[in-house]
């Protein structure tokens, strides 16, 4: 499997929470296509996390966009309201993009405290015919990244254990031992055992192609970021966008921890965008969407050398090392807490720079377990089930661990004591072993210190 869509163009605020929900309903309208006719009405059950900060996600506005068939990549200001007003002022939507049926959001949208058991974020589907009989039914688990898995993929993967590829590939890199052996072999460093990797699946002028638009919309997002058509950011906590007056204010300086208030401008001003429910790529979690990004303005405006051809080298170590993390762990807040989104973010870039800056496979693995092992045990605990507090800020410390990580890893001497596939696996495990109310449902932390706020 192609590792291309780890960066993906998607719309803000969470690629779990948003993203997913519009994915099931995109999916559900392909499982329904053929029973439009008989179809007379759509409810709908969020879960556990899904359920608990939905609102604040924009999950309950998602999954109606994706149920009308609107995808993403597609979705714009104007689409997101019209959609929205029909379904709650005429209540009505256009299934499928093909069939009006009436909506009720009070009654056909319905928000569960309970979680299902195969994931934190878990959503059911119904479509039903006049008489009130199911016509067909899906559960849906959003496993983060805007990936999305029916209850028996799901199912399937549990079973099997860790999401392995067992495939008839020349190349299949299910750990980091995997892509060292073969680096050792052949001479080669992640870049280029990446570049190998994605040839077995696309060209080498698509390959290209998708990472210069997704650089481009990086960019894109960031000059927004610093010039928004709003200033005050959407939900209870009306907080202030500071990308704007922090890009009047920052100048050049002779001081040499100054660069940090350009890293921390890059970073907020691209999460505030994605904090707006605005445009934003998905790396790998729209949560942690300004790390990467964050850390490529970093190379191209501060050091020598950083270009079009940089930036796809870049993002394709940033890909293979989230891929890792998505077969052997987590990228999502509500099944592993924030380690799993700032923390890839981090541990994605930190090799990515080092790969770019020309550091062989084994300082870059390091630059990676390095950057998570800093994140291990961060709670994903949103204040008003928004992604701003304390989310926009852990994106530009989490860009500038990376820094610190590729940095520290290139300038090493010593031999490591720690893999990336162990810090990997510790991630999951204390994932799996933190609280619920630390993971994604606002129960705990500054989610409730800060309850006063929302």
Same mark, same amino acid.
């Given at each position: 499997m192609s590792n291309l869509n780890i960066f993906k163009i998607g719309v803000g605020p969470s690629s779990s929470h948003t993203l997913g929900p519009m994915l099931a309903g995109n999916l559900f309208c392909e499982k329904i296509s053929h029973q439009l006719n008989i179809i007379e009405k759509i409810q709908i059950y969020f879960y556990g996390s899904l359920s608990l900060t939905g609102k604040g996600h924009l999950s309950d506005k998602a999954i109606i966009w994706g149920l009308n068939n609107i995808e993403a990549k597609n979705l714009d200001t104007s689409t997101q309201q019209s959609i929205i007003e029909k379904a709650l002022r005429d209540k009505k939507i256009n299934l499928c993009g093909k069939k009006e049926i009436n909506?009720?959001?009070? #009654?056909?949208?319905? +928000?569960? &405290?309970?979680?299902?058991?195969?994931?934190?974020? *878990?959503?059911?589907?119904?479509?039903?015919?006049?008489? /009130?009989?199911?016509?067909?039914?899906?559960?849906?688990?959003?496993?983060?990244? *805007?990936?999305? &898995?029916?209850a028996q993929e799901l199912q399937d993967i549990k079973?099997?254990?860790?999401?392995?590829? +067992?495939?008839?590939?020349?190349?299949?890199?299910? $750990?980091?031992?995997?892509?060292?052996?073969?680096?050792?072999?052949?001479?080669?460093?992640?870049?280029?055992?990446?570049?190998?990797?994605?040839?077995?699946?696309?060209?080498?002028?698509?390959? $290209?192609?998708?990472?210069?638009?997704?650089?481009?919309?990086?960019?894109?997002?960031?000059?927004?970021?610093?010039?928004?058509?709003?200033?005050?950011?959407? /939900?209870?906590?009306?907080?202030? #966008? #500071?990308?704007? !007056?922090?890009?009047?204010?920052?100048?050049?300086?002779?001081?040499?921890? !100054?660069?940090?208030?350009?890293? =921390?401008?890059?970073?907020?001003?691209?999460?505030?965008?994605?904090?707006? *429910?605005?445009?934003?790529?998905?790396?790998?979690?729209?949560?942690?969407c300004a790390v990467n990004p964050a850390v490529m303005l970093y190379l191209k405006n501060h050091t020598l050398g +950083?270009?079009?051809?940089?930036?796809?080298?870049?993002?394709?170590? !940033?890909?293979?090392?989230? =891929?890792?993390?998505?077969?052997?762990?987590?990228?999502?807040?509500?099944?592993? !807490?924030?380690?799993?989104?700032?923390?890839?973010?981090?541990?994605?870039?930190?090799?990515?720079?080092?790969?770019?800056? /020309?550091?062989?496979?084994?300082? =870059?693995?390091?630059?990676?377990?390095?950057?998570?092992? $800093? $994140?291990?045990?961060?709670?994903?605990?949103?204040?008003?089930?928004?992604?701003?507090?304390?989310?926009i800020e852990r994106n530009a410390f989490g860009a500038i661990k990376a820094i610190m990580a590729a940095r520290m890893a290139m300038s090493r001497k010593s031999t490591p004591k720690v893999t990336l596939d162990e810090v990997i696996l510790t991630m999951y495990n204390t994932g799996k072993d933190m609280n619920l109310k630390y993971k994604e449902t606002s129960l705990g932390g500054l989610a409730t210190t800060l309850s006063s706020l929302c």
């Open positions: 909506f009720d959001y009070q #009654r056909d949208l319905i +928000f569960s &405290k309970q979680f299902l058991l195969l994931h934190e974020n *878990g959503l059911v589907l119904k479509a039903l015919d006049k008489a /009130g009989n199911i016509v067909s039914e899906e559960t849906y688990y959003s496993i983060g990244g *805007g990936f999305v &898995k029916t079973e099997n254990g860790i999401q392995e590829e +067992f495939t008839d590939n020349k190349l299949v890199f299910n $750990h980091s031992k995997d892509i060292l052996e073969f680096c050792r072999k052949e001479g080669k460093n992640l870049i280029q055992a990446s570049l190998e990797y994605e040839l077995q699946f696309n060209s080498l002028e698509f390959i $290209h192609n998708y990472c210069l638009e997704i650089w481009q919309t990086m960019q894109e997002v960031y000059n927004n970021g610093i010039k928004p058509q709003e200033n005050t950011l959407p /939900g209870n906590l009306k907080l202030n #966008r #500071r990308a704007p !007056g922090l890009f009047n204010r920052i100048q050049p300086t002779a001081d040499p921890l !100054g660069i940090i208030d350009f890293i =921390s401008l890059y970073a907020i001003a691209i999460a505030e965008e994605n904090a707006s *429910g605005a445009k934003v790529v998905t790396a790998p979690t729209n949560g942690a +950083f270009n079009d051809q940089k930036a796809i080298e870049f993002l394709l170590v !940033g890909m293979l090392i989230g =891929s890792l993390y998505k077969k052997n762990a987590s990228i999502s807040g509500a099944e592993a !807490g924030c380690q799993a989104e700032i923390g890839v973010a981090s541990s994605m870039a930190a090799a990515a720079m080092a790969s770019v800056l /020309g550091a062989d496979a084994f300082v =870059s693995s390091n630059a990676a377990e390095s950057a998570m092992e $800093h $994140h291990l045990g961060l709670t994903c605990d949103p204040v008003g089930g928004l992604v701003q507090i304390p989310c």
